[in-house]
């Protein structure tokens, strides 16, 4: 049974950073192509971004620069560190994997940035 726990979201002010965690099980990260989303209020959930079994890391535009996504094989973790946030990055945050044609989705974690 594939499990995501997220954690580490909160309340930050503008500029301010937060590092997101989503530990698996049922799964090894390592493995798979792991992905952040996020949803704000009445939009639609995007893609944030994903790192591949092989490292390769993809961002959307908006967090360039500003996010970087990481994973600990050792704890079986994927992490976002975000730095420089915008009131524009408030959201629910999701862990994402879709392991053999299944997508996965943890419950999600919000972050709220103040201006």
């Known amino acids: 049974q594939v499990q995501l726990v997220e954690s580490g979201g909160g309340l930050v002010q503008a500029g301010g950073s937060l590092r997101l965690s989503c530990a698996a099980s049922?799964?090894?990260?390592?493995?798979?192509?792991m992905a952040w989303y996020r949803q704000a209020p009445g939009k639609q959930r995007e893609l944030v971004a994903l790192?591949?079994?092989?490292?390769?890391?993809n961002y959307a535009d908006s967090v360039k620069g500003r996010f970087t996504i990481s994973r600990d094989n050792a704890q079986n973790t994927v992490f976002l560190q975000m730095m420089s946030l915008k009131p524009e990055d408030t959201a629910v945050y999701y862990c994402?994997?879709?392991?053999?044609?299944?997508?996965?989705w943890g419950q999600g974690t919000q972050v709220t940035v103040s201006s």
């Open positions: 049922g799964i090894i990260v390592s493995y798979n192509t």
């Open positions: 994402n994997v879709d392991h053999w044609n299944t997508n996965y």
């Open positions: 790192i591949s079994s092989g490292r390769t890391t």
